[in-house]
Nanobody
């Protein structure tokens, strides 16, 4: 069984920063690419950033230059450093992983998901 656990969400003022963490684990599971998605009320789940096993990255246009994704392969952990946060970044943030080494851009590309961590950015 694979477990994906996020942490680090919270309430922050616009312009502030937060760092999300996510660790994947499971017997006989080799962690592949990892990604951060977010979903705001009434909206579809969207990819924020993703990282492959070789640390190639993808960013959504709305976060490029503000967010940084990184990973520690020894710890099976991925991080999302979020700077210059805006109220429109408010959403539930989900970590996802897959067995393959390369990231996908669709939710269906990932087989394992965390429960989510809430990020709220106030004016």
């Amino acid at each position: 069984q694979v477990q994906v656990v996020e942490s680090g969400g919270g309430l922050v003022q616009a312009g502030g920063s937060l760092r999300l963490s996510c660790t994947a684990s499971g017997s006989l599971f080799s962690v592949g690419a990892m990604g951060w998605f977010r979903q705001a009320p009434g909206k579809e789940r969207e990819l924020v950033a993703a990282i492959s096993n070789n640390k190639g990255t993808f960013y959504a246009g709305s976060v490029k230059g503000r967010f940084t994704i990184s990973r520690d392969n020894d710890k099976n952990t991925v991080y999302l450093q979020m700077n210059s946060l805006k109220p429109e970044d408010t959403a539930m943030y989900y970590c996802a992983t897959r067995r393959g080494p390369y990231y996908g851009v669709r939710p269906d590309d990932y087989g394992y998901w965390g429960q989510g961590t809430q990020v709220t950015v106030s004016n």
